[in-house]
């Protein structure tokens, strides 16, 4: 079971929408660190959503005004899910540290 407490961000989507969601791992980074290899991105529980495209961020992004660099961040597909329901999505990710990390974040998708 996974604790609500540890989800890192809520998002929402219309049942018929194809969104894309960009997560950022900049606040776990170390200085020179950044997201290697590729990631995985699953649902978390059922399979209701079509998850696809998932990658390292190959661009800076601005999300609420605040810049994510480049291999900070993953971006993904995701569509699918039945209205009135919430989804939770597991982002894994290795990192250029050495040793190597693998980082892992949680969130909440809620179908609208």
């Given at each position: ?13 219309n049942?018929?929408e ?15 660190e950044?997201l290697?290899g ?18 390292k ?12 660099p480049?291999?900070?961040a993953?971006?993904?597909s ?5 209205a ?12 250029t540290a050495?040793?190597?990390q ?5 969130m ?5």
């Amino acid at each position: 079971m996974i604790d609500p407490t540890q989800l890192i961000n809520t998002t929402s989507k219309n049942a018929g929408e194809t969104r894309t969601i960009i997560v950022s791992f900049s606040d776990e980074l170390c200085t020179g660190e950044v997201l290697d290899g590729d990631p995985t991105v699953t649902e978390y529980g059922t399979s209701a959503l079509t998850i696809t495209d998932a990658a390292k961020t190959s661009k800076d992004w601005i999300i609420r005004g605040q810049t994510i660099p480049a291999s900070e961040a993953v971006e993904f597909s995701v569509s699918g899910g039945t209205a009135r329901n919430d989804y939770t999505i597991r982002i894994t990710v290795a990192t250029t540290a050495s040793p190597i990390q693998t980082l892992v974040k949680e969130m909440r998708l809620h179908v609208i």
